[in-house]
Nanobody
Framework: QVHLAEFGGGLVQPGGSLRLSCEVS????????GGWHRQAPGKQRELVAS???????NYVDSVKGRFTISRDNAKNTMSLQMNNLNPEDTAVYYC?????????????????WGQGTQVTVSS
């Protein structure tokens, strides 16, 4: 059974940094593509960063230049480095992955979600 475990959330002061990790277990396949989403209280969940099977990355405008998404297929882990955090980044962050060989045109399995990790930016 595929399981996604998220790590790295917490409380940080404005201007600080956090690194979120999403570790995939229970599958013979590596991370094909994925994304980090966040949901703040009273707001809709939004996709903040994504990475394709080819390694291309995309970011929502509000995090460009501050957040970096990456993937380590050897460890089957996807990460989100978050720098220069501000209170508007406060939210529960969720990872979402598709699994399969990155050289293939489509993933083998899709739509797995992590349990979410709280990020709070406050002085």
């Amino acid at each position: 059974q595929v399981h996604l475990a998220e790590f790295g959330g917490g409380l940080v002061q404005p201007g600080g940094s956090l690194r979120l990790s999403c570790e995939v277990s229970g599958s013979i396949f590596s991370i094909y593509a994925g994304g980090w989403h966040r949901q703040a209280p009273g707001k809709q969940r939004e996709l903040v960063a994504s990475i394709t099977n080819g390694g291309s990355t995309n970011y929502v405008d509000s995090v460009k230049g501050r957040f970096t998404i990456s993937r380590d297929n050897a460890k089957n882990t996807m990460s989100l480095q978050m720098n220069n955090l501000n209170p508007e980044d406060t939210a529960v962050y969720y990872c979402n992955v598709d699994l399969g060989p990155t050289a293939w045109e489509t993933p083998v399995e899709s739509g797995y979600w992590g349990q979410g990790t709280q990020v709070t930016v406050s002085s």
